[in-house]
């Protein structure tokens, strides 16, 4: 391979990991957040047990489980720190994910004959 | 007269090249954990649409003993925290405090899965086998395939313990932990989910 070609190829390789450089969180810092994500599952078990409206308790939950996931995604997995095109991929797994579940639900609702 | 060579990137073609400015074992397991969320998302897709339509009881809903299961679950969630600090022990070189925080979250894995056991074996005692109803086979495949991550990671966990132990996981190897730790927590994550999707909504 050529010189000329090479030099493109580390180029491209450094604009993708151009946000690599952030500083990680201390081991004091990533007990606190363990210890935020124990209050939140904590607060999802409180919440399971209060007599509240289906809707409201569902949507609160939710978040709740949305939270706990970008936390441990963002801290733990260092999406926040790392390059980006872990996020990409890991997003796209998630998304397509989400299109399994919609399209499994239009065959229960539209193709089931019923 | 010797030459010392500056340490330099691999060149194209070399072993350990990489187009993309990550290390390619980095970027494989992130590809991994993006095509491992479609199976999941597929499996928890089933037990959502099936948890409800089943017509021969005992439904896993009515089984379910969420103190249990929060309890499995706080386990699980700190086995994460172990995790990040046998990768962040690793990245400052303290092999001891390595090994320490690895065995932890294997154990903590453990403790994880043999609750899962205790829980499978009570409901079967109650009447709800594998292919009892069609959301009893749904909550069984889906809390197995999970069970048997959390295993595959216990075996790969207790693997970087040894190979520490033998002076193999050396400073240069901590991309490696990391990695596991990836895993580690995406089996983490998944289960944040399954407990809120399939234990708490009701």
């Not at chain 1, 010189?3 to 990533?30: C, F, I, K």
């Not at chain 1, 797994?93 to 089931?112: E, K, M, P, Q």
């Not at chain 2, 969630?77 to 932890?104: F, H, N, Q």
Request: glycine share 6%; proline share 3%; with cysteine.
């Amino acid at each position: 391979m050529s010189t000329e070609a090479h030099t493109e190829v580390v180029t491209r390789g450094e604009d993708l990991a151009h946000d690599v450089h952030h500083e990680h969180p201390s081991d004091l810092q990533y007990i606190y957040i363990g210890l935020f994500l124990a209050v939140v599952t904590a607060a999802e078990v409180g919440l399971y047990y209060t007599e509240i409206d289906f809707l409201l308790n569902t949507i609160i939950l939710c978040a709740m489980m949305v939270v706990k996931f970008a936390t441990v995604g963002m801290f733990f997995m260092h999406l926040r720190f790392d390059n980006r095109v872990f996020r990409w991929f890991f997003v796209t797994g998630l998304v397509l994910a989400i299109f399994v579940y919609l399209i499994v639900l239009t065959t229960f609702h539209f193709w089931s004959g019923h | 007269m010797s030459t010392v060579t500056p340490h330099a990137e691999p060149a194209p073609g070399e072993h350990g090249w990489t187009q993309t400015g990550v290390t390619n074992e980095k970027l494989a397991m992130w590809v991994f954990l993006g095509s491992d969320c479609l199976l999941f998302g597929g499996l928890i897709s089933t037990y959502m649409l099936y948890k409800t339509t089943a017509t021969r009881p005992p439904l896993p809903a009515s089984l379910y003993d969420i103190p249990f299961t929060s309890a499995s679950s706080f386990v699980l969630l700190m086995s994460s925290v172990t995790m990040v600090l046998a990768v962040s022990a690793m990245k400052r070189d303290e092999p001891s405090r390595t090994r320490t925080w690895l065995v932890a979250t294997a154990l903590l894995g453990a403790i994880f899965i043999s609750g899962q056991v205790y829980e499978f074996t009570t409901f079967v005692r109650k009447g709800m086998g594998y292919t009892s109803n069609t959301a009893s086979s749904a909550f069984y495949t889906l809390t197995g395939f999970h069970g048997v991550h959390v295993s595959m990671g216990i075996v790969m966990l207790l693997s970087l313990f040894v190979m520490s132990l033998r002076g193999r996981l050396g400073h240069e190897k901590a991309e490696t932990v990391e990695i596991i730790g990836l895993y580690w927590h995406f089996v983490d994550i998944v289960w944040i989910l399954i407990f809120t999707v399939v234990y708490l909504i009701k």
